[in-house]
């Protein structure tokens, strides 16, 4: 596997890593000032598999420009949850979900609502990173080439600036043309997250982004994730407890398709409310 | 924690039956040795066998039909005289039907996979046709020579084949009529409802195995269906769809019966000049001359047999190599 070519970031997280440069991206700028604005907010959400109920009432307000934390034990619904937050259930035979969801107003679960649009305003990163067998530079450009045309130099910069943002321009800047598949698994997670980035949108959904990345590069995707805040709404989910204390503002915690509890993750992490979560985040779960 | 112990402890309790039965029966081992190698001497066997009779197969060929194989063979028409007769017409023909029928089955059978794959929802209705699908592929061929013949030379009777309605002069390549006759495109066309079931199953394996998580990628993204088909999955799939579609090719240009039964002219001393224009293929040539009681006619047919197999030998070589250099630029 290749060393990142910059800094190499230190296996121990806690200890800042030299400031990688950081593009401010023209999409989104976050407010400091008003830090609760909610992005997301949903009420009494309830989602169906067929007969199978995944989520039963949720209701969680997600802030603006904050990282929010899903956690909970296998199979409870935190996919489902990010799924419904940008329609990527609708392919799946015999999924719907009832309740209200909304993106800033706008009603997410609406018949009518323009799900491509909707997916630029809401970028998604998954589990296993999943680069298309195309160059560095057309993964990148691949989502804002769907949108519209640009001319040559706008897309070299937009590309330029998402793999900035992403943290991965230094160590690709010389092979943008050869195959993303030339890329560790570390490095294709950060492309996944540029070509995310580069549509726009506001609001990142993260679905386990590092569990199959090494610590190396789980401690830079974790920085990067901080980084991002200033510009971007993220939620994240992640079966690591540390990982959730270390990255997000706010965390909640799903047990079997219900939210048991939510909250800043300070908080939940050192003086939960609730005895189940109390369990599940001191590991001493089931 | 929680989902890695479970793991661990799944992973022990599936070692270790497999150890005790390893440790404790040494006598199944040994039997199990036996059948590894009798089972692998007979695969050589019969891969041997089938060697050997292809071997045989084309020793004899080339002993009847090489002396024949010259550039006149390949550049002379039919001929009662045997040494004057070569491949000329069947030779165009089948090129022509070959072309007109890649140009018709791969765009529908390709179209049609992409639908049944990318786009139609999971009903009876899609069930139905995929099941048909399936087992038209097994549908003998002169059963589409009859339907070819039906569908394309008489237009289910609807005109005359008599005096059929005609566009052009008949000279020019731009003639058309209606019904077609047994011109080269019905023949191409028929060559198509062979091949069809063959390309579009084929097709629906490569898509299928386009892995899912570029799919979603793309539709993350705000991709549509069709961009999404369009972009990742068909570029991803092309290498195995050509695969299928030139082999399927080899299949067309290798049939007799279906051309055979839409009633072509045995005898032709003239190469294709339109869409229209009487056509015979190779197959039906050697069928022709292998029927003939001379032993001159005899060594024509094994020589164009000879042609016909290093047409078919070029093609699937050609298959291979596109296979290989496109999923070596996919990597
Ligand atoms: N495509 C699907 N079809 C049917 N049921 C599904 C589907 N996806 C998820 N489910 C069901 O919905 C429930 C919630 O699944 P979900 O994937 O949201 O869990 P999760 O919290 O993300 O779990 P994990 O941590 O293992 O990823 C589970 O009971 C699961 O079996
Ligand atoms: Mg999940």
Known sequence: MTTPANASPPLNVDIKPPTLAVAVSAASVGSENQPEEIAIRAHGLNSWYGTVQALKGISLEIPKCRVTALIGPSGCGKSTFLRCMNRMNDPIPGARASGTLTLHGDDLLARTLDVVELRRRVGMVFQKPNPFTKSIYDNVAFGPRLHRSFRRTDLDELVENSLRAAALWDEVKDRLKSSALGLSGGQQQRLCIARAIAVGPEVLLMDEPCSALDPRSTASIEQLIRELETNYTIVIVTHNMQQAARVSDRTAFFFEGTLVECGSTDRIFTNPTNKQTEDYVSGRFG | ?331
């Open chain 2, 1 to 331: 924690m929680h989902s890695l112990g479970a793991q661990a402890q799944s992973n022990t309790r599936r070692r270790s039956p497999g150890e005790i039965v390893a440790a404790a029966v040494p006598a199944s081992q040994l039997r199990r040795r036996v059948v590894d190698r009798t089972f692998l001497a007979l695969c050589i066997v019969f891969t041997g066998l089938a060697v050997v009779i292809l071997g045989i197969l084309l020793v004899t060929i080339w002993q009847d039909g090489h002396t024949r194989l010259s550039w006149q063979f390949l550049n002379s028409f039919a001929s009662r005289r045997t040494e004057e007769a070569g491949v000329r017409a069947p030779m165009w023909g089948s090129i022509w039907a070959c072309v007109i029928c890649a140009l018709a089955a791969v765009p529908i059978g390709v179209g049609t996979a992409i639908y049944l794959e990318e786009f139609s929802k999971r009903s009876r209705f899609r069930s139905f046709i995929q099941l048909n699908i399936a087992n038209l592929a097994g549908v003998p061929s002169i059963v589409y020579g009859i339907l070819g013949l039906t569908a394309f030379a008489r237009a289910f009777g609807s005109a005359s084949t008599d005096s059929p309605i005609t566009i052009g002069q008949p000279e020019s390549f731009f003639y058309l009529q209606l019904p077609f006759g047994h011109g080269v495109l019905a023949g191409g066309l028929t060559l198509m409802l062979v091949v069809l079931p063959i390309i579009i199953v084929s097709s629906q394996e490569a898509l299928r195995s386009v892995p899912r998580s570029l799919r979603t990628a793309s539709l993350a993204l705000g991709g549509t269906q069709w961009q999404t088909t369009w972009n990742i999955t068909l570029p991803a799939s092309i290498p195995m769809i050509m695969t299928g579609a030139i082999l399927a090719m080899s299949r067309a240009i290798g049939e007799a019966a279906p051309i055979l039964v839409l009633g072509v002219p045995l005898f032709i001393r003239t190469t294709p000049i339109n869409l229209m224009s009487d056509f015979t293929v190779l197959p039906l040539q050697i069928y022709n001359w292998a029927m003939r009681q001379q032993s001159g006619f005899h060594e024509l047919a094994a020589a164009a047999i000879i042609v016909l197999l290093a047409v078919l030998l070029t093609l699937n070589a050609v298959a291979v190599i596109i296979r290989h250099r496109l999923q070596r630029a996919a990597s």
